[in-house]
């Protein structure tokens, strides 16, 4: 797996934007627990973004700046929402490209898990809003290789950049693109002052050592195999 990532001044303009649209929280009591089983004192909503037509088409303009520069979308068919929150993200990417649309399901319904026509043997990028370990991007990237298509690349609005990532992706040849990480929303944050000190603090302390943090306040144990998101 090899991630890309825009300029750090582009970085900084997507967290701040998450920031502004209310994609940000922060705890400094009581954890998330993301469905991977880490703990984190911050989480990312990036379901806010279809409620904020400025933000989410400044991030989209810059997601596709990324990937054309990277040459992602060089012969691209196709643009595969994963359920449900990346749906809305491959609508609208589809309809800048001019491509057709699939969406991936998380379970089955009936005999089906892909909804819409998959290009046989063609290009597909996988979207969805955002990433923490891609156990979840794994099983998409599964269902539509069993589909006939190739899937080499994924888009995100934002990556966790903290936790290991899963070992079947980080193994792969697979390319990430995000937008932001956990980073760049501290700088955002920083530069912002609309975050308490006590929250900067916290957010500071989790980013010195995720994992540590994870495991003292009752997360995963780190797993073999993989590594973090950089």
């Known amino acids: 797996m090899k991630t890309h990532t825009p300029e ?3 970085r900084r303009l997507a967290a701040q934007a998450l920031i502004d649209s209310g994609c940000v929280s922060v705890r400094t009591d009581e954890p998330f627990r993301l469905p991977s089983g880490w703990a984190s004192p911050v989480y990312m909503d990036c379901r806010r973004l279809i409620s904020y037509p400025a933000a989410r088409k400044a991030l989209l303009a810059q997601g596709l700046a990324l990937l054309r520069q990277s040459g992602a979308l060089d012969g691209v068919d196709g643009v595969a ?5 990346g749906i809305a993200l491959a ?7 001019d491509v057709p649309m699939q969406y991936v399901r998380k379970r089955a319904a009936g005999h089906r898990i892909i909804e819409g026509v998959v290009p046989e043997n063609g290009k597909v990028l996988l979207v969805d809003d955002m990433m923490a370990v891609g156990q979840s991007k794994v099983r998409f990237r599964h269902a539509l290789s069993d589909a006939g298509a190739r899937v080499d690349s994924i888009f995100v ?6 936790f290991p990532v899963a070992a079947e992706l980080d193994a792969s040849d697979v390319n990430v693109y995000a937008l932001a990480t956990w980073q760049d929303v501290l700088a955002a944050a920083r530069e912002l002052g609309e975050f308490p000190d006590q929250a900067i603090a916290e957010l500071e302390g ?3 050592d995720p994992v540590g943090w994870s ?3 009752g997360g995963l144990n780190p797993g073999h195999g993989a590594r973090s998101l950089t």
């Open 81 to 85: 929402g994963a359920e449900s929150s």
């Open 157 to 162: 609005f934002f990556a966790y950049d903290t």
């Open 8 to 10: 750090p001044h582009e």
């Open 215 to 217: 495991q003292i306040h």
């Open 206 to 208: 989790f980013l010195q």
């Open 91 to 97: 609508a609208w990417l589809a309809d800048a490209l």
